[in-house]
């Protein structure tokens, strides 16, 4: 199972990290992605993460204000998003895949098939 935390109340401009954390280490890691679901709109893909070689993909509206990584040891991925809006409001779900893909996959939700519960991010003044 997996667990995003890290959500919270934060004010224009402010920067959060959000966590998921695997409850058990897989038998084999393909890639973490985050992704998000404001409300009355779709879920979108934000951020991704190849564990083999580390190697990240981003969304493009987000990416110059993101930083995704991942901690072996804690079976733990990260996400530092900076200079935040309002318009980053929403739920951020992590998604885990034990496969590997070329990295313009890991933006697809139809590869990943574990999902966490969603952690609930809130820019507001």
């Known amino acids: 199972q997996l667990q995003a935390s890290g959500g919270g109340l934060v004010q224009p401009g402010g920067s959060l990290r959000l966590s998921c954390a695997a409850s058990?280490?897989?038998?084999?890691?393909?890639?973490t992605g985050w992704f998000r679901q404001a409300p009355g709109k779709e879920r979108e893909f934000v951020a991704a993460?190849?564990?083999?070689?580390?190697?990240?993909r981003y969304a493009d509206s987000m990416k110059y204000r993101l930083t995704i990584s991942r901690d072996n040891s804690k079976n733990m991925v990260y996400l530092q998003m900076n200079s935040l809006r309002p318009e980053d409001t929403a739920v951020y779900y992590c998604?885990?895949?034990?496969?590997?893909?070329?990295?313009?996959?890991?933006?697809?939700?139809?590869?990943?098939?574990?999902w966490g519960q969603g952690t609930l991010v809130t820019v507001s003044s």
């Open positions: 993460i190849r564990w083999p070689d580390r190697n990240t």
């Open positions: 998604a885990v895949t034990p496969r590997t893909y070329n990295l313009g996959s890991y933006s697809r939700e139809s590869i990943y098939g574990t």
């Open positions: 058990e280490r897989p038998s084999s890691y393909g890639g």
